[in-house]
């Protein structure tokens, strides 16, 4: 695995391990940050929730100094079907202009994707074996995690650098100016069991900063629908064993103490969607 280097350019792509490569816009007027990724290898690209129409320029810019050419995209991997991830499909089937270009998401997805004006060909996971082999052997393995948060959002594995793809899970609402790509929590954030604060800004009184656990949990607690739905999608995570969970929004775990903390903190949410909404009325 790389190591990683904290004084990051956000305005250039940024590599995750190799062939790996975040491709997003830091756009320092959003609490909500779009995180798509690229995986570079040999002569193929494969570009992973490729981002919404308004970032489809920055995400382009660094798709080539990535020094990826367009027509080099074989693939757009799109984990569910919503706007932040696929408003740009008709902007990138423009640009890479390939007759064999496909669409990889699920049957779930697709006929709601297609509205977005797709001309490729869609494929549907459960119909290729829940894998892609990119030409160099690379293995992308794909996940079902019904209902976290669309009946037919999965999440990608790539089996070479271990980095699981999480699309929505582990996303995070934070503060614009407090976002950092990669996250490491403080020794005191953990195994906290403080009640958190209500708001991603307010500052939690034992590190003087705002709390990781509340932009987890509020983000989770808003698009996911219900506990049971999390709770499966973790338990496939676990199965899986990741060295990096990168997801769609907030930032990217990667040690391996911060994932478990991680999984189990999102385990221990009670309140997820609908079952929220019954905790609050007391149902
Ligand atoms: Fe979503
Ligand atoms: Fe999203």
Redesign the pocket.
Same mark, same amino acid.
């Given at each position: 695995m790389t190591v990683l280097d904290h004084n990051l350019d956000y305005d250039k792509p940024i590599k995750l391990a190799d062939c790996v490569y975040w491709v997003g816009f830091n756009n320092p007027n959003e609490r909500l940050h779009s995180n798509p990724y690229l995986i570079y290898d040999g002569t193929e690209a494969i570009l992973i929730d490729g981002g919404s129409r308004p970032d489809f320029s920055t995400v382009m810019r660094k798709i080539l100094q990535a020094g990826v050419q367009p027509n080099q995209i074989s693939h757009l991997i799109y984990q569910?079907y919503?706007p932040?991830?696929c408003g740009s499909i008709p902007n990138l089937e423009q640009i890479i202009n390939r007759p064999d270009l496909k669409l990889i998401s699920k049957k779930e997805n697709n006929p709601f994707i297609r509205h977005y004006s797709v001309r490729s060909k869609m494929l549907c996971i459960d119909r290729i074996g829940h894998q892609l082999t990119m030409q160099s052997g690379r293995v992308l393995r794909f996940f079902p995690t019904p209902y976290a948060? /669309?009946a037919g /959002?999965f999440i990608t594995y790539d089996e070479s650098s271990g980095i699981l793809f999480s /699309?929505?899970l582990f996303?995070g609402v934070s503060e614009s100016s407090q976002w950092k790509l990669f996250i490491e929590l403080d020794a005191a954030c953990g195994p906290c069991t403080d009640p958190q604060p209500r708001s991603a800004d307010e500052a939690c009184l034992t590190i003087q900063a705002p709390c990781v656990w509340t932009g987890l949990h509020l983000f989770h607690q808003q698009?996911i629908p219900c506990n049971k739905s999390l709770r499966y999608a973790l338990s496939v995570i676990e199965g899986i064993q990741p060295t990096m969970i990168a997801p769609?929004h907030g930032s990217i775990l990667y040690r391996p103490e911060d994932i478990r903390y991680a999984i189990d903190r999102l385990r221990s949410m009670n309140d997820i969607g609908i079952d929220g909404i019954f905790c609050e009325a007391g149902v």
């Amino acid at each position: 695995m790389t190591v990683l280097d904290h004084n990051l350019d956000y305005d250039k792509p940024i590599k995750l391990a190799d062939c790996v490569y975040w491709v997003g816009f830091n756009n320092p007027n959003e609490r909500l940050h779009s995180n798509p990724y690229l995986i570079y290898d040999g002569t193929e690209a494969i570009l992973i929730d490729g981002g919404s129409r308004p970032d489809f320029s920055t995400v382009m810019r660094k798709i080539l100094q990535a020094g990826v050419q367009p027509n080099q995209i074989s693939h757009l991997i799109y984990q569910h079907y919503d706007p932040d991830l696929c408003g740009s499909i008709p902007n990138l089937e423009q640009i890479i202009n390939r007759p064999d270009l496909k669409l990889i998401s699920k049957k779930e997805n697709n006929p709601f994707i297609r509205h977005y004006s797709v001309r490729s060909k869609m494929l549907c996971i459960d119909r290729i074996g829940h894998q892609l082999t990119m030409q160099s052997g690379r293995v992308l393995r794909f996940f079902p995690t019904p209902y976290a948060h /669309s009946a037919g /959002s999965f999440i990608t594995y790539d089996e070479s650098s271990g980095i699981l793809f999480s /699309s929505d899970l582990f996303g995070g609402v934070s503060e614009s100016s407090q976002w950092k790509l990669f996250i490491e929590l403080d020794a005191a954030c953990g195994p906290c069991t403080d009640p958190q604060p209500r708001s991603a800004d307010e500052a939690c009184l034992t590190i003087q900063a705002p709390c990781v656990w509340t932009g987890l949990h509020l983000f989770h607690q808003q698009i996911i629908p219900c506990n049971k739905s999390l709770r499966y999608a973790l338990s496939v995570i676990e199965g899986i064993q990741p060295t990096m969970i990168a997801p769609q929004h907030g930032s990217i775990l990667y040690r391996p103490e911060d994932i478990r903390y991680a999984i189990d903190r999102l385990r221990s949410m009670n309140d997820i969607g609908i079952d929220g909404i019954f905790c609050e009325a007391g149902v």
